[in-house]
C-alpha cells in the first residue's frame, strides 16, 4: 500500500511539475495560448506575447519589449504560400542557420533549426494568424554545431471574431549571439592527434 502511494505521489509530483512549465501568453492574447505552444529541443518555450503587430516586415516591437533589452534581427520568414513545407536561410552572428518548417494542420506543425557552428542565441518564433501574432521566446538557446534541433508549434489565441485562426506566416528573430569556444568533436580529434604526437617525439627523445 505503502509503495503505491509512493508511485501515486511521484505521478502526481511530475504532473505538476510538467504543467508548472507552460505559463500564459501576455499582451493582447484571447484564448488559450501558453508558453507550451511552441517547443524546441523537448523544450517549451520561455516566454510568449500576443500582439496586433505582425513582424513579417522585421518588425519586433510585437514582443521586443516584454522580452528584455537588446536588438532584434530578422533571422528567417516563411508565408502561407510556402507551406505545408518550408526551408529557409538567415545568417547572424558570423553563423549560417537553416529553418525547416512544416505545417501538419493550419493550427499545428513542426520546425527545426541547424547552425554552421555550436552556438548560444536568443531566439523568437514569431507566428502570425488572422489579426493577431504570438511571439515565443527561447532564451539563450543552445544550438550543436550541424545538428538539426527540432521542436513544434501549435496556435492556441483567438481571432477578434472569437476562433482558432489559421495559420499565415512565421518569423523567426535572433539576438545575442555566442559562438562557443569549446572544440566540437573533429576539433577534439585534431587535439588528440596533436598530443599524441608530442607525446611520441618526447619519447623518442628520451630514448636517444
Known sequence: MKLILTAATLIG????????????CGGVSIGKSTTADVKLGGDVSDKCVVSLTNPQNGNASGFS??????????????????????????NFGGVDYKIDFTETTTKTGTWTITANKAVQVDLVFAVHASNRSDAFLFDNQVLAKNAAT??????????NGGQVPGFSNLTIFARDSHISAVP?????????????LVGFIARRRRNK
Open 184 to 196: 566540437e568533436a573533429d576539433g577534439y580529434a585534431m587535439l588528440l592527434a596533436g598530443l599524441g
Open 150 to 159: 527540432a521542436g513544434s508549434w501549435t496556435i492556441n489565441w483567438y481571432n
Open 13 to 24: 509530483a511530475t504532473t505538476f511539475s510538467a504543467s508548472a512549465l507552460a505559463a500564459a
Open 65 to 90: 519589449t516584454a522580452f528584455g533589452s537588446g536588438t532584434w534581427t530578422l533571422l528567417s520568414k516563411v508565408t502561407g504560400s510556402s507551406v505545408p513545407a518550408a526551408h529557409s536561410t538567415g
